[in-house]
C-alpha cells in the first residue's frame, strides 16, 4: 500500500467534527428513537468521512466507521471476568418479594423503609463491556460467570453501543459495563419470516435469535442481525464511584448509554408491588420480550453490606410475571398446507382468553411434536401465548384425561387434496407431493411472483387469490396468459391499474437463472441453493432429470437438498411446466455460471462419510446444526450407536453423553464441529 501522507490540520478537524456529528445521530437514531436528520443527509456524512479516512488515513478508534468491516475469525478467545457475573434469585409471587424485603431489613437490622429500584428484566444474552481510557476494549459473553466468550468485534456491530465513552464529567479509568443483548420483537418477526422464506429453520424465540447472532463468527452477518442492548449495571472499575444504582444509571444515560426503558425509584415494598405491577402492564407493548422485572437496593453502601451468596447477590431479586397460559380442551387436530407441501398439524380448541385475547386454535409444529407430548383430541392442554409469540400448547393435564381421547396420526393423505403424502427420511416434516394442490397453488404463486423470485410488482397475495378464486391462474404458466381484458373485467382493476399489470408480468420474463430456480419453490432450496445451483449449471435444461449423486458434487450442496432438486428435476410435470413458460417467452440469463470445468465436484466434503449425533442445547437451532452437517457431507442421527463417529455436546447434555462413554465415541463441542466441518463463516448459511 502506498505510504499515505499525513493529514492537514483542517481535515482532522473535519474528520474529528464528522465522527462527533455521525456518533451523536446514532445516539438519536438507535437509543433515542428520535432522529434529527433524514436518511440522506445522515448517508451524506457517513460518505464524507469514510472518503477522507481513507484518503488521509486518519481514523479515530470511536469512528463509526469501524463497526462493521472486521474480517470472520476462527473461533472466540475466553475472556476472564475481573468480577464475577452473578445471577439473580426468583420471586412468583407478592409474598415472595415481602419476605425479600423482610430479610434484608433483618440483615442489615433496620426498621425503615429500603429504597429500591425497579427495571424490566431482558430476556436476552448478558454481556460486559469493558471501556479502557473511555474506549470499548473488549466484549464479552457471561459463560460460566467466571470466564466468557470475546465476541468484542460482533458487540461492535451493535449501533447503540458507545465505542467512546462520552467527554466530560466522570470517564473511569477503567470500567465493566453489564446489559442484556437483545433482538427487537418486530426484526425478531422479519429475521424469521425471511428465514422461514428461504427455507431455513426459524428461531424458537427472540433470545435464541439473539444469542444466535452474537456468537456468530462473522461480525458481518451479526451487523445484519440488528441487535440492540440495554445496560443495567456494572462489574469492576477503577476511578469512578457511584453512590447508588439510580446515580450509576443517570450516569449511563448521560454518557449516551441505553438503559431499560422504564426505571422507577420505590420506597418501601409496597411501592415496589406497584412499580412492578406497571411493568408488568406495560410488557405486551414493549419491543422487547421480558419475563420479569428486577429489583435492586439502591443505596451502594447497603449493597456492599449485603454483599453476595456464590451465585447470586442478595441486594437484588428477579419478580417473575405469570406467564400467559390457560387451560382449554383440544376439540380437533388438523393439518394445513402451505407453500412446499408441509403438512403443519394445528389444534382446534374451546375458546379461551389469554392477556386480553381470544385465542381458538393453535400450531402444533410438526407431528412428532404431537407424539411427544402425547397430545390426542379431547384432551384438556395448558396453551401459552407469550407476548405477540403464537400460541402454543404447552402440556396435556394428563389428570384430565377420560379414556376417550382420541389419538391422532400422521396424515396418510393431503388434508385439502387428498393427494400421496411423503415423509423424507430423518425429517419430521410430512408433505403432500401433489404439485396441484389447491392449498399449495395459491402460496406458491405468491411465492413465484414475489420479490425475490420473479419479481412480478402488484401480483401480491391480494391479487393472487382474486384471480385464483375467478379462475384464472392455477398455476405459474397461467401468469403469462394473462391479457388485458382479463385484468379489466375484475373488479379491482382499471384500465391504469391494469396495464400496470400487463407490463410488470411482461418485464418479468428475463429473469436469472438463479431468481427463476427459487422461485420454482423447490423443497430447500433458497436463495443460497438456487445461486449454487446458477453457478454450475449454464442452463435450465442441464438441470432436467438430474440425478442427485451429480448434484451432490457441487460443495455446499447437501443430500437433502440434492434430493429435492433431483426429484423436482425428475417430474414431468414440472419440466412440463417450465417448458410451457419458456413458451410464453421466458428466457433465463446466466450470469452467474462459473463452474466450467466440472472437477471441483468431485472434491471431497469434509464431513463426508462421518456420522454425528447431538445432545444438549447448542448456540444455534439444532436442525441449523444438523443441516449443517448434511451440507458439508455428513450424517445427523438422532441415535447414538457404535458407529456414530462424533457426539456433539452442547449445554446441559443429556444421557447421550453417559452412553457414547460407554460406547466410546468421541465427544466434541460445537466450536470443534465447525472446524471439522471447515465452515467459513463468511458462507451465509445453506439453507
Ligand atoms: S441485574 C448482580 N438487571 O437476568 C445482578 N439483570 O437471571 C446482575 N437481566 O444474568 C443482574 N435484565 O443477564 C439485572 N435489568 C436487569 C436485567 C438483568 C436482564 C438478566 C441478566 C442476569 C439474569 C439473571
Request: with cysteine; glycine share 8%.
Amino acid at each position: 500500500m502506498p505510504e499515505k501522507k499525513e493529514a492537514p490540520a483542517e481535515i482532522k478537524r473535519e474528520v474529528e467534527r464528522l465522527v462527533k456529528e455521525i456518533n451523536y445521530h446514532n445516539y438519536r437514531y438507535y437509543v433515542l428513537d428520535s432522529p434529527v436528520i433524514t436518511d440522506e443527509e445522515y448517508d451524506r456524512l457517513y460518505r464524507r468521512l469514510k472518503q477522507l479516512e481513507e484518503k488521509y488515513g486518519y481514523i479515530l478508534p470511536e469512528s463509526p466507521t469501524g463497526r462493521v468491516g472486521a474480517a470472520p475469525s476462527e473461533k472466540f478467545a475466553k475472556v476472564r471476568h475481573t468480577a464475577p457475573m452473578l445471577s439473580l434469585d426468583n420471586a412468583f409471587s407478592h409474598d415472595e418479594l415481602r419476605e425479600f424485603d423482610k430479610r434484608i431489613k433483618r440483615l442489615l437490622g433496620r426498621g425503615e423503609d429500603i429504597e429500591y429500584t425497579v427495571e424490566p428484566k431482558y430476556d436476552g444474552l448478558a454481556m460486559e463491556l469493558t471501556y479502557e481510557g473511555g474506549f470499548l476494549a473488549r466484549a464479552s459473553t457471561r459463560g460460566d460467570g467466571f470466564e466468557g466468550e470475546d465476541v468484542t468485534r460482533n458487540i461492535r456491530t451493535i449501533m447503540a453501543v458507545p465505542l467512546k465513552i462520552e467527554d466530560g464529567g466522570a470517564v473511569p479509568e477503567v470500567i465493566d459495563l453489564r446489559g442484556e443483548v437483545y433482538m427487537d420483537l418486530e426484526e425478531f418477526k422479519k429475521l424469521n419470516r425471511s428465514r422461514e422464506e428461504a427455507g431455513e429453520p426459524a428461531f424458537a424465540n427472540p433470545r435464541n435469535a439473539a444469542a444466535g447472532s452474537v456468537r456468530q463468527l462473522d461480525p458481518a452477518i451479526t451487523a445484519s442481525r440488528k441487535l440492540f442492548i440495554a445496560f443495567y449495571g456494572m462489574g469492576a472499575a477503577k476511578g469512578v464511584e457511584f453512590k447508588s444504582h439510580s446515580e450509576f444509571m443517570d450516569w449511563l444515560r448521560s454518557k449516551r448509554f441505553p438503559v431499560p426503558a422504564v426505571f422507577e425509584k420505590a420506597r418501601g415494598i409496597e411501592r415496589v408491588l406497584e412499580a412492578v405491577e406497571k411493568i408488568e402492564n406495560m410488557r405486551e407493548r414493549f419491543r422487547f420480550e421480558t419475563d420479569g422485572a428486577v429489583i435492586k437496593v439502591d443505596d451502594a453502601g447497603l449493597q456492599q453490606r449485603l454483599g453476595s451468596k456464590t451465585r447470586e447477590p442478595r441486594w437484588a431479586i428477579a419478580y417473575k410475571f405469570t406467564a400467559h397460559q390457560a387451560s382449554t380442551k383440544i376439540m380437533d387436530i388438523r393439518g394445513s398446507v402451505g407453500r412446499t407441501g408441509v403438512i403443519t398439524p394445528y389444534a382446534v380448541f374451546e375458546p379461551v382468553r389469554i392477556g386480553g385475547v381470544t385465542v381458538g386454535k393453535s400450531t402444533l409444529h410438526n407431528w412428532d411434536e404431537i407424539k411427544r407430548k402425547d397430545i390426542r383430541i379431547g384432551d384438556t392442554v395448558v396453551v401459552e401465548r407469550a407476548g405477540d409469540v403464537i400460541p402454543h400448547v404447552l402440556m396435556v393435564i394428563r389428570e384430565k384425561r377420560t379414556g376417550r381421547e382420541k389419538e391422532v396420526h400422521v396424515p396418510a393423505r393431503c388434508p385439502v387434496c387428498g393427494g400421496e403424502v411423503v415423509r423424507e427420511e430423518g425429517e419430521v416434516a410430512v408433505r403432500c407431493v401433489s404439485l396441484s394442490c389447491p392449498a399449495q397453488v395459491q402460496e406458491r404463486i405468491i411465492h413465484f411472483a414475489g420479490r425475490n423470485g420473479m419479481d412480478i410488482e402488484g401480483l401480491g397475495e391480494k391479487n393472487v387469490e382474486l384471480l385464483y378464486t375467478k379462475g384464472l391462474i392455477k398455476n405459474f404458466e397461467d401468469i403469462y396468459r394473462l391479457k388485458m381484458d382479463d385484468f379489466l373485467a375484475l373488479p379491482r382493476f382499471a384500465r391504469k391499474s391494469a396495464t400496470n399489470m400487463v407490463n410488470a408480468i411482461e418485464r418479468s420474463k428475463t429473469p436469472t437463472l438463479a431468481r427463476f430456480l427459487y422461485s420454482l419453490g423447490i423443497p430447500h432450496v433458497g436463495e443460497y441453493a438456487a445461486r449454487l445451483l446458477a453457478k454450475n449449471f449454464p442452463e435450465l435444461e442441464d438441470l432436467y432429470h438430474v440425478p442427485a449423486e451429480k448434484l451432490l458434487r457441487i460443495k455446499h450442496l447437501g443430500d437433502k437438498i440434492a434430493g429435492a432438486i433431483s426429484a423436482f428435476f425428475k417430474d414431468e410435470k414440472n419440466i412440463k411446466t417450465m417448458e410451457a413458460l419458456k413458451s410464453y417467452g421466458l428466457r433465463m440469463e446466466n450470469p452467474d455460471f462459473t463452474e466450467k470445468k466440472t472437477e471441483k465436484w468431485k472434491e471431497k466434503l469434509p464431513l463426508e462419510g462421518m456420522t454425528f449425533v447431538i445432545t444438549g442445547m447448542l448456540p444455534v437451532p439444532r436442525k441449523e446444526a444438523e443441516d449443517m452437517i448434511e451440507a458439508r457431507g455428513g450424517h445427523a442421527s438422532s441415535a447414538i450407536s457404535g458407529s456414530t463417529d462424533y457426539l456433539v455436546a452442547g449445554e446441559k447434555p443429556g444421557s447421550k453423553l453417559d452412553k457414547a462413554r460407554q460406547l466410546g465415541v468421541k465427544t466434541i463441542s460445537y466450536e470443534e464441529l465447525l472446524e471439522l466441518a471447515k465452515v467459513r463463516p463468511d458462507t451465509p448459511s445453506l439453507f
